[in-house]
């Protein structure tokens, strides 16, 4: 059985843009290729390891800030600040550039991964319902067409600020074999522009497909409850005939509620995790799958985990988080394709003796 295909919601949608880049066969040569730059040059070890400071330098500025809100006494909304810190890690990774500071293009290039996070956030009929397929019942298109232009003139300015900073390292570099000097700081955005340049390379990128890169790992990422697959050829579910080419849905948010598999399912038991139960979560238990599973998995999991265990873990090393209107937390959820809170957590940072320690 094969079920490497998967329709995804951003390459429906967002690759309308680089469209003719990426209506390559869903598992062709072409896509191969991409996939395995991603995991292994733009998200591999190696460049997650010289990204360090980045991460360090964002989760310390993430922790001051709540420093100053908690001594001021004031509430934050926990989800959005988060949000803020796991964009500007990506968004300096891909092109050196913060998007949560004041000037003009950052809050510009802001404004764009929001958009484009509300509309792949939302569940368009188009992309899940054959028969809506043409029908644009939910006005995405048309916003789509709007984002598209602005995004790709958005692209376009990166591409052009990094091709023009390359060109006046080459220049100023002695060396003959044009190679960019080792105190070039390179970000993906060089990455993908060395892999575009090589002309030795097995296929070559072209300049849309560097632009729709950059867009995969500048959106916002929330986790989908429901994956898509669709199925190459014939074969059998549980004593279920599945024909090829069709679309399935895989409910995990109800297999992660399923008491066939989880003792008290509806329980919040961290510990459960621990010890000998310890339970991998890249997508070799299929009872659990935050990052899918299998070619189409999430090549974002290193990065993820990093920044999650040292956030979270900093989080509660340093603060206590008081819940702002009660003592619990509302975990009701928000209807759409991706997990959102339907109330914002809202808390009051209050700071432990060994924070400002800990943050000089
Ligand atoms: C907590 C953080 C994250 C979660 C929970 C998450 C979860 C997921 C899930 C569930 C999928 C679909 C997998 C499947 O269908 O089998 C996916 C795909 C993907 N993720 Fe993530 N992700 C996270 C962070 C990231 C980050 C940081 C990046 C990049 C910087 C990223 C890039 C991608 C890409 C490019 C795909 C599409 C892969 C493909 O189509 O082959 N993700 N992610």
Not at 15 to 38: E, H, N, R, V
Not at 107 to 114: F, S, W
Not at 205 to 216: G, H, N, Q, T, Y
Not at 222 to 248: A, K
């Amino acid at each position: 059985m094969s079920f490497c295909n998967r329709p995804s919601t951003v390459a429906v949608r967002c690759l309308t843009y680089g469209a003719s880049d990426f209506s390559f066969a869903p598992y062709g040569p072409y896509w191969k290729f991409m996939k395995q730059i991603c995991m292994s040059q733009l998200l591999g070890g190696q460049t997650l390891d010289r990204f360090l400071d980045v991460r360090q330098e964002e989760i310390e500025i993430f922790l001051k800030l709540m420093l100053q809100k908690g001594q001021e006494g004031k509430e934050v909304n926990l989800g959005e600040e988060l949000m803020t810190l796991a964009n500007n890690i990506i968004s300096r990774m891909t092109m050196s550039k913060r998007c949560s500071t004041t000037d003009d293009e950052a809050g510009d290039v802001r404004k764009l991964i929001e958009e484009v996070g509300v509309i792949t956030g939302k569940f368009n009929f188009q992309d899940y319902i054959r028969f809506c397929k043409n029908i644009d019942v939910q006005g995405f298109g048309k916003r789509i067409k709007k984002v598209q232009v602005r995004l790709d003139s958005m692209m376009e300015s990166i591409l052009k600020e990094h091709e023009e900073a390359r060109m006046k390292k080459k220049n100023g570099k002695t060396s003959e074999n044009g190679e960019l000097g080792d105190d070039f700081s390179k970000d993906l955005v060089d990455i993908l522009l060395d892999i575009m340049e090589d002309e030795s390379s097995e296929m070559r990128l072209s300049r849309e497909s560097v632009k729709a890169f950059i867009l995969e790992t500048l959106r916002l990422h929330p986790s989908g409850p429901v994956f898509t697959r669709e199925s190459t050829q014939d074969c059998n579910i549980g004593g279920y005939h599945i024909p090829p080419n069709t679309r399935l849905l895989v409910n995990v948010w109800a297999i992660g509620r399923d008491p066939n598999y989880w003792e008290n399912p509806m329980e919040f038991q961290p510990e459960r995790f621990m010890g000998s139960s310890v339970i991998d979560v890249r997508g070799q238990h299929y009872h659990l799958l935050p990052f899918g599973s299998g070619r189409r998995s999430c090549p974002g999991t290193s990065l993820a985990l990093q920044v999650i265990h040292t956030t979270l873990g900093s989080m509660i090393q340093c603060f206590d988080w008081k819940v702002v209107n009660g003592e619990s937390v509302d975990m009701s959820e928000a209807a759409g394709i991706s997990l959102l809170m339907e109330k914002p957590l809202m808390c009051v940072p209050v700071a432990r003796s060994q924070c400002k320690e800990i943050m000089g």
